[in-house]
């Protein structure tokens, strides 16, 4: 049985980001425990309130098989969440994957994540602001994978949930383009790929 996806919750969080990629990694046998700043309730930017199931502090990495972190307004508004892109070093330095969209990127280009990966968010002067060094890294794409490390902007929750299937290797390769067709592209033709891999 595989570990379970830690999924980051905290006040301002992207409600749409985070979740094609938790319900397909659910359906596919994935338990999704969430993990907050403490075990007190959060409230989501559109209004929905969550009770984390871990607080950040009990959280290793050897008990999970990834971290996912949600772009939230709270990530550019000071150094609340900072504690979190420091549990992604954490994650990243144990060999277990982290995958982080809209704000979280720069949350984890302020903790030099993206200094020496190929990475992508919202544009790139977005994680210029935070003055880190990766700039020449920084590639225009709808999602990035590099080492164990998936990024995306804001606008792209499907090539992000894309990426984080491919790099868990939940499906293969042809399955998970299929999957991606019908979600973004809403490519009726994917079905029977999906039907045959038992998908749907």
Partial sequence: MSKPVYLAVYDTLADWEPGYATAQLARAGYGIRTVGPTREPVTTV?????????????????????????????????????PFARTARAFLDAGVPVAAICGATAGLAREGLLDDRDHTSAVSFYLAATGYGGAERYVEADAVTDRGLVTAGPTEPVAFAREILRLLKVYDDEAVDAWYRLFHDSDATAYGVLEKAGVL
């Fill in 46 to 82: 559109g209004g929905l309130r969550i009770q984390p199931d871990l607080a950040l502090a009990d959280v290793r990495p050897s008990d999970a098989s990834l971290l996912i972190l949600p772009g939230a307004d709270s990530w550019d508004a000071g150094d609340e969440l900072a």
